[in-house]
């Protein structure tokens, strides 16, 4: 949810002189695009339904943000396919239907805020009699808990508090500010390129994106903001000319300012500096080499957890993978940046986790060109499931009900480890133990990991079960699964046993049944 916010924050801080209509539309865009887990695609649905709201208006009272608060849920319920109540829409309903009744009576706009906070807080402290899973976790919605920060802050934002943000400075991306001193002596871009131009006609969302690809093809440090007939742009590139060239065709320019950032500091490079350069540069070569390629009637798109999976999945014929599956949910934006990496006129996404399927829903929404398809994986087995039941010579529509139905049979484990101790379906965790997380529930834990597992599969296993594929962890030895194998084929005789190294940090295994 932070870095949902703050993708939104940063393109509102991007605008220069900005109105209302301006920061609705950045607030919205930025948070729809940098979304993130599940809380955080939520998150930007109520941001864009609030920026709906408030957009039309100069100055904003109680009772419009009543409004806005009504229709940042409303956005949010309906984005959402089976909302559960105790989770973050369940604070947000609360919160609204408190603002809408005491926005007519409230004294003042600190006196509402205070109102619609509180009962939040209230809302957020019922969440675990709403959800089993948190009563017996004995922890509030994280979600919720997400949200009401959200609130503070703005209601610090309203009493005029200053923030320190220096904590969130660390975040990806090019900076937009100035290179630092140390940098320059071998700045891959050496020339600070600002402008802004006027446009002859409307600058449409495609003009926006070819614009930056071109722009991301010739240099670093990108903005490109658009505001009614006027763009923004900034660019840090060896040739300020063909920025000022590819500008030209769309208005005329004005407020141009080039820097030769070499003469302005001093000779060191800093390593992040040159690791940057080389991502974008190999970011670029693969957007070309994707654009170049032969077009495909049908590609795959998937998110993985490790170096082994990687292979196994680029060798089912996966065109592009999304890493980060388990250590840090992918954005709607590196979906869209995936999209565009393959080269097909129908795309297959498979999130491979619960919480990455809303942004790839949301990715999907996003694009035009293309039809995006996406298979409701929740785990790295349901994903090779999918794509191993791939028929080439089927229309994409047939191959997606082959793949859901495939899916469907697949059971997963997981073992990983507990940060802290707890009670979770009717199991007494201590900090320490090992655990085996089915589909659906926690069903092993203890403190040997061989023994854990081995009893996650015997609940995994029924009559029907006729495979079971054991993907080994980074931090496994070779001999301790190997006797894992050994066990699980004299324990299920009727059941084909394989085992694959995963190379996936923090869980141990990760075990299909099918």
Do not use: W
Request: charged share 30%; hydrophobic share 40%.
């Amino acid at each position: 949810m932070t870095l949902t916010i703050l993708s939104a924050a940063k393109e509102v801080k991007a605008l220069e002189n900005p109105d209302m209509v301006a920061i609705a539309k950045a607030i919205s865009s930025g948070s729809l695009r940098g979304a993130r887990g599940n809380s955080g695609v939520i998150l930007s649905q109520l941001l864009r339904g609030f920026t709906k709201e408030i957009r039309e208006h100069k100055e904003i009272d109680a009772v419009i943000l009543a409004k806005a608060c009504e229709r940042a849920t409303a956005t949010a319920y309906k984005a959402v396919m089976k909302p559960k109540e105790g989770t973050i829409l369940t604070v947000a309903r609360e919160a609204a239907a408190k603002a809408v009744e005491i926005a007519e009576t409230a004294e003042d706009l600190d006196t509402f805020f205070k109102g619609v906070i509180a009962h939040a807080e209230e809302t957020l402290a019922k969440t675990p009699e709403m959800l089993p899973v948190l009563k017996e976790a004995g922890v509030v919605d994280s979600g919720g808990q997400g949200l009401l920060e959200v609130y503070h802050g703005a209601y610090d934002g309203f009493l005029g508090k200053e923030i320190d943000y220096t904590q969130f400075d660390k975040a990806k991306g090019p900076a937009v500010t100035k290179i630092d001193a140390q940098t320059e002596a071998d700045i891959k871009f050496g020339y600070c390129t600002e402008f802004i131009i006027m446009t002859e006609k409307e600058f449409t969302d495609k003009n926006e994106a070819e614009f930056k690809a071109y722009l991301e093809s010739i240099g670093d440090s990108i903005v490109c903001v658009a505001d009614d007939d006027i763009v923004k742009i900034h660019v840090h590139t060896n040739d300020p000319g063909l920025a000022i060239q590819k500008a030209l065709t769309y208005g005329q320019l004005s407020r141009m300012k080039i820097d030769n950032m070499r003469e302005e500091h001093q000779e060191k490079l800093i390593k992040d500096a040159e690791k940057l350069a080389k991502e974008q540069e190999k970011e670029a070569e693969e957007k070309a080499k994707a654009a170049a390629g032969p077009k495909k009637d049908m590609g795959f798109i998937a998110v993985s957890i490790g170096e082994g999976v990687n292979e196994v999945f680029n060798g089912l014929g996966v065109d592009y993978l999304i890493e980060g599956g388990q250590t840090m949910n992918p954005s709607t934006e590196d979906m869209l940046n995936a999209i565009d990496h393959v080269n097909a006129d129908h795309i297959f996404i498979f999130p491979n986790n619960k919480n990455i399927v809303l942004a790839a829903n949301q990715a999907a929404s996003l694009v035009e060109d293309k039809d995006i398809i996406v298979i409701p994986t929740k785990t790295i087995p349901q994903g090779i499931s999918a794509m191993i039941n791939f028929i080439p010579e089927q229309s994409p529509e047939e191959n997606k009900d082959n793949m859901l139905e495939a899916i469907a049979a697949v059971k997963t484990g997981q073992v990983t480890y507990a940060v802290r101790d707890t009670i979770i379906d009717d199991k007494e965790i201590k900090e320490g133990d090992y655990m085996g997380i089915g589909d659906s529930s926690i069903l092993s834990v203890g403190a040997d990991r061989e023994d854990v597992t081995k009893d996650m599969v015997a609940q995994m296993i029924d009559e029907e079960s006729s495979f079971i594929c054991i993907y080994y962890g980074e931090e496994v030895l070779p001999e301790a699964v190997n006797a894992l194998q050994k066990y699980f084929e004299e324990t299920y005789p009727d059941c084909e046993v394989e085992v694959q190294f995963g190379g996936q940090p923090i869980y141990y295994y990760v075990i299909s049944v099918e």
